[in-house]
């Protein structure tokens, strides 16, 4: 593969703009075509099987009103019930709203009209802007106090971009600026990860012609791939640099990158497509869905840096080394802290090990669920009208269940059903039933006594299912779903954990493989393996002391405690294990070569630290300041991910790899790199140093070269 990759790399540089000229026509294809036969992204978090699915499919078949998207309009004053009738009759009139329904708190201080769409295929940001801009007339009208929120908002409504990832990159700059002392250097990877940027989030639109791919994932996938873009071409024109200094013509430069640190790049990008495609067996469509997305924006930054890149280093020439042309040196630095550390090792690796597992401790109190309107600042209306409806109807208003039942077969069990349910200590009130003789379904709206987000409101659903259905429907023909938003993200959450396992397993195994045939190696992946699953559980403990416990919460703008989004834990581990494992493959690779080369552990693994300290140092700050760009949004489940993803790459970049890795590696020995020869027989012979063999200073083929 690195003779390959060589040549790749060789060829881009002698001719970069046959390579930029291919990259540019590929983006104008792919924004053409996502123009010409793109896909509106879907915003669903349906889960086939689910029981709130199933409630879901009844009232689509019945076509009811309560199976579509709701929103409401909640106005306070004096007389609440006096200021009604102009409010509805404006609600009423805009496009594609169904029914209106209203009522008025017992103190007459407070009224809520709920706003009745149909499905959400049926619909678009429009409806959004058109119930935004009612509700403005009636401000302007009569200055009453109106607030609105629901399903709809959850939607449609954007969260404001922009100023998160912009920081993130200029932090990105600097850091690039520190390490590489050229603008050019900079520039580079900055200019070849927003190209990359581009093409993927805007083939998107194509992609889901294939898959369905959620609204959200465009932001997630921009996350990642931001972040995974300059650190791959921070590796490379590193390299470069190196090379470069050893006195290679530029071609030649760049052709040696690719090669070296070109082959990890692609093992790296592997394993975060493998990591990520594992959500496959989660069986959750949208996380799926998702899924896809965060792995085509990473091949796409994978392909780029093998090919775009390389050009771009040619094109640049010496020019990246800016006015100081002085030769590579090995970090002096990090050769000491190496050393110390392997001198130290059984310490640091206890010392490490109590640090990590003390961080990952907080997990075993996870809590799923889905951040509502009651989660966002009070600065944003659905979080105003949350609290209104909270204070007028009680807490259980602002996430009713829909209750859809199959009477089919038998419809005399509505009202004892009803009843049924009325009387359960969990329930609070339930409406009357509407009955659609000719789909033979019946809708119950129930609302719960305690919050969306309270663990009563889980069990209160789980009791109607295990208990308070059977008593009535067992010995019928009829069958009862508790649907809805609340029982839906719940499902999810008790569907998340089910799968999770199997998950984590596909993961692992797929991952280990991978570095098996990198490395050549049963301890290193197995050891690879076991710290990335270190990082992963210390990046879900902060997670749950940030977001449950509130600790520092007010610092990132979050203003309650909230329970960790039911599907955060699956991307976290899948994009956390796959760039995790980038560093691991950029470390290990580094000191594999020294290695091959002498054969003395201990020594291989102190030049692997001293020569890529300093630039995966380089790349986790740059990480860290992408994804904590992300905090600065509104989102709270964006604000998960963007905490979740910089501690744990906080974590992986500086406790995991420059501590326990090499410890970890000094005490192994020998035995690191030990493979059975049955096992070495199966394997796939990679070429990885086969550029090199002709001379290590890499002096070699420059002299070739001038022959």
């Known amino acids: 593969m690195s003779n390959l990759l060589y040549r790749l790399g060789r060829s881009a540089a002698t001719r970069p703009w046959v390579a930029i000229g291919a990259w540019i026509v590929l983006a104008l294809v792919v924004i053409a075509s996502s123009v010409a036969f793109g896909r509106d992204l879907e915003e669903s978090f349906e889960a086939p099987g689910l029981d709130s699915y199933q409630a879901a499919e009844l009232l689509a078949e019945a076509q009811a009103d309560e199976g579509g998207v709701t929103a409401h309009v909640v106005l306070e004053a004096q007389d609440a019930a006096a200021h009604l009738a102009p409010v509805e009759a404006a609600l009423t009139e805009l496009p594609h709203v169904l029914t209106t329904t209203s009522s008025v708190s017992p103190d007459g201080a407070i009224a809520l009209v709920r706003v009745q769409y149909p499905a959400i295929e049926h619909l678009d940001a429009s409806d959004l802007d058109n119930l935004k801009d009612a509700v403005a007339d009636l401000r302007d009208e009569s200055s009453l106090t109106l607030e609105t929120g629901g399903h709809l908002f959850f939607a449609f409504e954007e969260a404001p971009t922009g100023l998160g990832e912009v920081a993130g990159i200029v932090v990105a700059m600097i850091v690039l600026l520190i390490a590489f002392g050229s603008f050019v250097a900079m520039g580079l990877p900055i200019g070849m990860a927003l190209f990359g940027l581009v093409i993927g989030v805007t083939s998107m639109k194509l992609v889901t012609n294939l898959i369905d791919i959620p609204a959200w994932a465009p932001q997630l996938a921009a996350m990642v791939g931001l972040g995974v873009g300059i650190d791959y071409a921070l590796f490379l024109v590193t390299r470069h640099r190196e090379h470069l ?43 799926t869905g998702g899924g896809v997305a965060i792995s085509a924006m990473v091949l796409v930054m994978v392909l780029a840096s093998v090919t775009l890149l390389p050009a771009l280093l040619g094109l640049a020439g010496h020019r990246i080394n800016g006015r100081r042309r002085t030769p590579h040196r090995p970090s002096t630095g990090w050769y000491r802290w190496g050393a110390h550390v392997t001198r130290h090792a059984t310490a640091y690796l206890v010392g490490g090990g109590v640090l990590m597992i003390a961080l990952a401790a907080p997990v ?49 069990v509505v009202a004892p059903l009803a009843a049924a349910v009325a009387a359960d200590p969990g329930i609070t009130s339930v409406g009357d039933p509407t009955i659609d003789l000719t789909a033979g379904v019946a809708t119950l709206v129930a609302q719960p006594t305690t919050s969306p987000q309270d663990v009563a409101t889980q069990e209160t659903v789980a009791r109607l299912r295990s208990e308070v259905f059977p008593t009535v429907l067992d010995g019928t023909a009829a069958t009862g779903h508790v649907g809805g938003q609340t029982a839906t993200f719940a499902d999810l959450g008790d569907r998340v954990q089910e799968r999770m396992l199997r998950f984590v397993v596909a993961v692992l195994l797929l991952s280990f493989l991978l570095l098996t045939v990198l490395f050549r190696s049963v301890l290193v992946p197995l050891k690879a393996v076991v710290l990335n699953l270190l990082s992963v559980g210390a990046a879900y403990g902060v997670l749950v002391m940030v977001f449950q416990w509130g600790w520092a919460a007010d610092l990132i703008g979050v203003e309650s405690t909230v329970p960790i989004v039911s599907f955060i834990p699956l991307f976290m581990f899948a994009i956390l294990f796959g760039l995790s494992m980038d560093y691991e493959v950029f470390l290990l690779s580094r000191v594999r070569e020294e290695y091959r080369r002498h054969g003395d552990n201990t020594r291989a693994v102190i030049a692997g630290i001293a ?46 790899r420059l501590v326990l890795v090499p410890a970890t590696m000094k005490l192994l020995g020998d035995a690191n790199w030990w493979l059975p020869e049955w096992l070495d027989r199966l394997l796939p012979e990679l070429d990885s140093a086969s550029v090199e063999k002709s001379g290590h200073d890499g002096l070699e083929p420059v002299r070739r070269a001038s022959a």
């Open 245 to 287: 200094a050893l006195g290679m013509p530029v071609a030649e430069a760049a052709g040696r990158a690719l090669a070296t640190a070109g082959q990890a790049v692609i093992f790296a990008g592997g394993t975060v497509v493998v990591a990520i495609l594992g959500l496959l067996v989660a069986g959750i469509p949208f996380v």
């Open 611 to 656: 020569g890529t300290g300093r630039t995966i140092t380089a790349a986790a700050l740059i990480m860290v300041a992408v994804f904590s760009g992300f905090v600065l949004g509104s989102d709270p489940v964006v604000k998960m991910m963007g905490v979740g993803l910089a501690t744990a790459i906080l974590l992986d970049a500086t406790v995991v």
């Open 364 to 412: 075993l109190s996870l809590n799923l669920g889905f951040p509502d309107d009651g989660t966002k600042p009070e600065s944003r209306t659905e979080r105003r009208a949350y609290d209104l409806i909270a204070d007028g109807f009680g807490p259980g208003a602002n996430g009713p269940l829909v209750i859809a039942v199959d009477i089919s077969q038998d419809g005399s």
